[in-house]
C-alpha cells in the first residue's frame, strides 16, 4: 500500500513536471527575451547602415571617370573648373585657403557633406570629400576597407602616410585620367577621399 502511494507520488511530479516544462517552452518560444530583441534591432539597424554606407560608396564610381564627385559639386570637374565655377555652385568656403597652394574649405553641416578644394593656375587640382557629421555611418563613416576591396577589388596602390603623428593608409583606384584615393586612419575609419588627375 505503502509503495503503491510512492508510485502515484512520483507519477504525479513527473506529470507537472512535464507540463511546467512544455508550458515554459512554449512561453519562451513564444516571447522572445528583451535583449534578443534589442540585438535583432541593432542588427538590422546596423545592416540598413552598411547598406547606405554602401551605396555611398557606389556612387563615386562612375562620376571618378569624368573628373568629378556626386552630389552638389557634380557640375566641377578636376583640371576644368574654376575657383569661381567653385563659389558659384557651392558658396563661399568657410576657411579660405591661407596660400596659393592651400585648401579652401567647406564644413560639413546641416546634413550637407564637407568639401575641400585646392587649385593649379586657378583650377580645381584636388577636390576632398569629408562626407557628412550627420548619420556619419549611412555615408564615409560605415565605408571600410574590406567594403572597398570587395566591391572595388584591389586598388591599383596602396600607401601608409604620415600627417602629423597619425599615420593612415591611402588606397588609390585609377578611374581613366583621374584617380580617387581613399585615406584610413584604420582599417574601419575612412577619413576622406581625394580626386584629382592622374
Do not use: C
Amino acid at each position: 500500500m505503502n509503495l503503491n502511494f510512492s508510485a502515484k507520488k512520483a507519477w504525479a511530479s513527473i506529470a507537472i513536471a512535464g507540463v511546467i516544462g512544455i508550458g515554459t517552452t512554449m512561453v519562451s518560444g513564444l516571447v522572445p527575451p528583451v535583449h534578443v530583441a534589442h540585438a535583432a534591432a541593432a542588427a538590422s539597424h546596423n545592416n540598413e547602415d552598411a547598406a547606405q554606407a554602401l551605396k555611398a560608396l557606389n556612387s563615386f564610381y562612375k562620376p571618378a571617370l569624368k573628373g568629378q564627385f556626386p552630389g552638389s559639386v557634380s557640375d566641377l570637374t578636376v583640371g576644368k573648373s574654376t575657383r569661381k565655377d567653385v563659389i558659384k555652385a557651392i558658396g563661399e568656403p568657410s576657411e579660405e585657403r591661407k596660400n596659393a597652394s592651400g585648401y579652401d574649405i567647406y564644413s560639413a553641416e546641416m546634413g550637407h557633406p564637407g568639401y575641400a578644394f585646392s587649385y593649379k593656375s586657378d583650377k580645381i587640382r584636388e577636390i576632398r570629400y569629408f562626407g557628412t557629421n550627420v548619420e556619419r555611418q549611412t555615408n564615409i563613416g560605415g565605408i571600410t576597407m574590406s567594403m572597398l576591396k570587395k566591391n572595388w577589388f584591389a586598388p591599383n596602390s596602396t600607401t601608409t602616410i604620415k600627417n602629423g603623428k597619425t599615420k593612415q593608409t591611402k588606397l588609390t583606384y585609377i578611374r581613366g585620367e583621374y584617380k580617387l584615393e581613399f585615406i584610413f586612419n584604420s582599417s574601419t575609419d575612412l577619413d576622406h577621399i581625394n580626386l584629382l588627375a592622374k
